[in-house]
């Protein structure tokens, strides 16, 4: 038990210690002229790069678990998981036989994941009109400015507007330039420091529940 | 009066058909001219037949696809110059997506144009390793990309013969999302100048570089600087489109927006008659 | 001796970079002195999150209705903080869920994520001492690194698990209409925070924790007081930041680039 | 003319697939979500296989024994589904935490604190200059920046003398917000427009030759 409890305690300050290491590396080879600091960052960065490579097969064998978990409970979609199965095998068999730029593979390529890509993202607008019906209500004064901060921007880049008052155009940009872009300013500048007292919690090992994913 | 709520679905059908509409009957929605897009246009127009003109980018094809309102008309005008071009893909689904505005424009002899491939234009495959791979290229381009996406030899290719680095590229065309490589690279380093056909959210980011390279960057903004180019070129598009598509759509929300207000106050109305 | 120390400097800081490395070092020895306080006993008040009183409370209703909670650690990677934040409430609500028997789900767009997710979910439930519940590939989700393919299938999922409550905290562009719109659909309650897309997020969320509330939420779930006396120290660098645009702009408005000069040093 | 491609079929069942997410749940949209993810993944694997092909080369030619290192700390990375030994992944977790943070921490500092500081200062100096619209601009720019940022002091001021300054303070710094939540959704609503013209118009040019 007590050995056991010394291997678990070594090896938490051992990923701890790698991660302290990574961290102060990437940042000393920003602020300091030493080639030796570069070689460490250097280094770290490109073990990150592989490890992320590798997460790639984590991806694949964790939907190759979920998939096939699925379709032996039949849960509710198992069908659909026995397709998606069925697809990234043969894609992968497709994809290695006839090579990444092949006409056929860049073809089926398009004609699958871009046009789902270009159909989504041409859904996003619907989603967004019925979202206002239901939340662009004046109710309160919070509600209001809200409301009315994005609808004024809606009439103002519109063209039946542009088509009889010229000027709308230079409003809507004099206000997404100034109010807009200083909120835009005031969340990053904030965030920013927000992000760095998290990495300050992560040296002091407090940010407890990302560090867990280190823990044993 | 009782109006009653609008369901979702509603609210999406009636959107779609702005949508049939707007891609089927051209109204023709009034817009401004921005004085840039004009620069661009005459940048353009003032190529020399035979010159090398490198399009290229990387980026997703669903996010680029809106670039593409003004590459196609661009490409025809290129055409118009009689100016050689070079696709240049820094990503998997560039090639795609410049092959696709290729096809669009026309202007190959394939689709019933006069541009010869290996003369005129050449398509390269992917080429990986963004920003690394932009030095290389521009460097030494025979040896970045040793041969097309179909895997000729560049010395095969005729026009690979006049292209060796930077120095043979006139004008830079990316109508993809990663216009900072190209400028830091191509335009601060080398001094090419560089046209970014943007997209909309693309836009605020990048407009920085306009001003500080006033003569060698130029951008468009999104589908407004597409249906810009295409008036310029005297024809209609993608651009005119989702123009006439907003000039409905901005209509439709605000009387949705108004329906949804009357509706909460109808509600509320109610409620104070049951008290 | 002053201009010795000044060519010393730099000879080993790049330059450009001696006015960032010293707000660096403010930062860690404000931060640093606020945990310090911490331990010894010093705590703050912190205003209330509405977001975060949201989520607490998201745990109860869940475990009413019996129905599971989903928390989305955004489209970024490990390297950004605020899906670090993300994960962190993803690790704390999923060890609050367990202890009273509410599953929590998540879904990744990035494969590095996923792998941070599945240990913390794993360590989660062995925390609450249910280990034989955890099983690699159940909880957390991924649909492939791509922002839409994951927006997609956690619409898939939220329409299939039905959750009561949906939590966006991370790094999020467009793909939170898509999740956003369909999480309403089912009438689950929305809770987002990020700095990305904040405007999005604040049409389709119910609460939204503002910018940097997402930082000072990540502290404060964990309700350790040496953890959340890190926010005073955060809100101590606010003060000498407003302290700088304050003086910064009477400067500039007298002429002088002054302030700019040095922050550029 | 209806196109005879049979790859613009695909690419035209597969947007209507997607588009009936607006129906709600049903197969269509199912097997689309399936499909995009399983297009995804299978793509990533297919890519991913090159990049390490080529990043480990210079290993299995003797060149560069150091890299074992890497690999072996990327394979570890594999042991979180081996719920016995998954706690062998949190090397290569904490690898990723660690330079991920002090990569972004740095470029915090740089371009969203000092950056975003020295560019409300720099333009503070241009109030007063220049016509009054583009002045009135940049004193609009600064008072907010200040404003929206005391809105996110969580501790300070909170009772005592002050606080009533603080609360006010506060408050017009919440509405500044909703301000630019507003504008920024309000702009983005047009750009949104242009993304479902593309989706219908390719629908309706490529597959069934109108428009």
Known sequence: MKMSSTITYVRNYLARFLLIVGLLAALASWYFVSPQVDAVANTMNLWNMNIYNFTLFVGLITIVIRYSDGIRKRVKNWPYMAYGLVLIVGWIIMGEYLGLYSDFYQSAYLSTKITLHIAILGQLVFFLVSASYRVVRIRTLRTAVFGLSMMAMVVLNAPWLLGVFPAADKISYWLLNNPSMAGGRALLLTGGIGGVILGIRLLLGLERGALKSTER | MRIPELKRQYIWGIVLIVYLTAVLVPIGAPFPMSDITVEIYNVIGSLKPGQIVVVGGAWDFAFDLESSAAMIPALRQLADRHARIVFAPFAVESVQYQKYVMQASGIAEEQGGTYKYGVDWVQFGYIPGLPAAMVGFLNDVHSAVPADVYGTPDDKIPLMNDFHSWKDIALWICPHWSFDVVVRYATAEHGIPAIYFAQAAAYSGYSPFMMAYPDKVWMTNGFLGGAQYEQLMNTTGLGHAAINAYYILSAVLVVIVILGNVDMISKREKKEEKK | ?265 | MISTDPFIWISAFFTICSFTLLYGDNPLFRIGEYTFAGTVVAHGFVTGIQTLYGNYIPLFQGQDPMAAISLILAVMSLFIVWKKYAWIASFPIAVMIGVGTGVSVRALVSTDIIGNITATISEAGLILVGNPADGLGYAVRVIFTIVCTSYLLFTVLHRGPGSRTMSYLRTIGKYFFLVYLGLSVGNGVMQLSGLATSAINRLLVSWLGLG
């Open chain 3, 1 to 265: 001796m002053l201009s010795v120390m000044f060519s010393m400097v730099s000879e080993i800081i790049q330059p450009g970079k001696s006015a960032q490395l010293l707000f660096l070092l403010l930062i860690g020895i404000l931060g640093y002195t606020a945990y310090y306080l911490g331990t010894k006993g010093r705590t703050w008040e912190i205003r209330s999150l509405e977001g975060l009183e949201a989520m607490f409370e998201g745990v109860g209703r869940s475990a009413e209705m019996g129905r599971p909670i989903l928390v989305l650690p955004g489209i970024s990677d490990m390297g950004s903080p605020q899906t670090l934040a993300g994960i962190t409430i993803l690790g704390e609500l999923t060890q609050q869920g367990a202890e009273i028997g509410v599953t929590t789900y998540s879904s990744n767009a990035d494969s590095g994520v996923l792998t941070a997710s599945e240990a913390v979910v794993r360590s989660a439930y062995a925390a609450v001492g249910k280990p034989e519940l955890y099983s690699p590939g159940k909880y957390v989700r991924w649909f492939g690194n791509d922002q839409f393919a994951y927006a997609v299938g956690a619409a898939g999922q939220i329409l299939a698990d039905n959750p009561a409550v949906v939590v966006y905290l991370g790094y999020f562009l467009f793909d939170v209409i898509v999740d956003g719109e369909t999480g309403n659909s089912i009438g689950a309650v929305q809770v987002g925070g990020t700095l990305g897309s904040m405007d999005f997020m604040s049409v389709f969320c119910d609460y939204i924790l503002i910018g940097e509330e997402l930082f000072a939420a990540s502290a404060a779930i964990s309700k350790d007081k040496n953890t959340i006396a890190t926010i005073a120290g955060q809100d101590w660098v606010k003060l000498i930041v407003l302290g700088i645009l304050i003086v910064g702009t009477l400067v500039s408005l007298a002429g002088s680039d002054a302030i700019v000069r040095l922050l550029e040093m």
